[in-house]
């Protein structure tokens, strides 16, 4: 069965820092992991898909890592900004199938 | 532009009570999921369907229900309304083109409250 963590569960940066959220799951056998941000009160938004068989994804100031042989992805989010402060989750798929077992997420706050 | 809504965006219902949220797509995907999110649980898969006529049972399904009519909606039903349903629920869609390319695109959310 596939577990998915997030550490930390929180995290406080000053504007303009670059930081890492880690993720690791426990079945390697994913087709893929994505990365949503989800705003208060709102639903999720997509930010990264990262197949199975690729290593990296880039979008914007936005970079997700897979090892899938060590069960680990990092978003990593470069120049910080206020508008980035929102919960980030990650989710793996599950065992050769299309659902997505997802983490409890880490809540970033970008101070100005 | 094709979407995703969910309607009610708010609920209050009283337990014991049937209550069915909608769900409806517009891009024609194959798949679709219903979720609920919870403090301290993150959110947990109750049912999904990979087309029409096809429903599977999520990882927290007992006192739910789904059915797949047409390839746009996906209704979830609360068979007897129980406190412990109280959540935020979330539908969610994707297109089956190859394995570890579904996307999975999110609805904004239904807020159920049974008292």
């Known amino acids: 069965k596939q577990e998915v963590t997030q550490i930390p569960a929180a995290l406080s940066v000053p504007e303009g820092e670059n930081l890492v959220l880690n993720c690791s799951f426990t079945?390697?056998?994913?087709?893929?992991l994505q990365w949503f941000r989800q705003d208060p009160g709102k639903g999720l938004t997509s930010l990264l898909l990262i197949q199975s068989s690729q290593r990296e994804q880039t979008s914007g100031r936005l970079n997700a890592s897979l090892d899938k042989s060590s069960g680990r992805s990092t978003l990593y989010i470069a120049a910080s900004q206020p508008g980035d402060s929102a919960t980030y989750l990650c989710?793996?798929?599950?065992?050769?199938?299309?659902?997505?077992?997802f983490g409890k997420g880490t809540k970033l706050t970008v101070n100005p | 532009d094709a979407e995703i809504t969910q309607s009610p965006r708010h609920k209050i219902t009283e337990t014991g009570r049937q209550v069915t949220l909608a769900c409806h797509q517009t891009?024609?995907?194959?798949?679709m999921f219903w979720y609920r999110q919870d403090l301290g649980h993150g959110l947990r898969l109750i049912h999904y369907?990979?087309?029409?006529?096809?429903?599977n049972k999520g990882e927290v399904s007992d006192g739910y229900s789904v059915s797949r009519s047409n390839t746009e909606d996906l209704p979830l039903t609360l068979e007897s309304a129980a406190s412990s349903q109280t959540s935020v629920y979330f539908c969610?869609?994707?297109?089956?083109?190859?394995?570890?390319?579904?996307?999975?695109?999110f609805g904004p959310g239904t807020r159920l409250t049974v008292l």
């Open positions: 969610a869609s994707s297109y089956l083109r190859d394995r570890g390319l579904n996307e999975q695109f």
């Open positions: 369907s990979y087309g029409v006529q096809d429903t």
């Open positions: 989710a793996a798929t599950q065992g050769g199938s299309e659902k997505l077992v």
């Open positions: 891009w024609n995907h194959n798949n």
């Open positions: 079945d390697s056998a994913i087709y893929n």
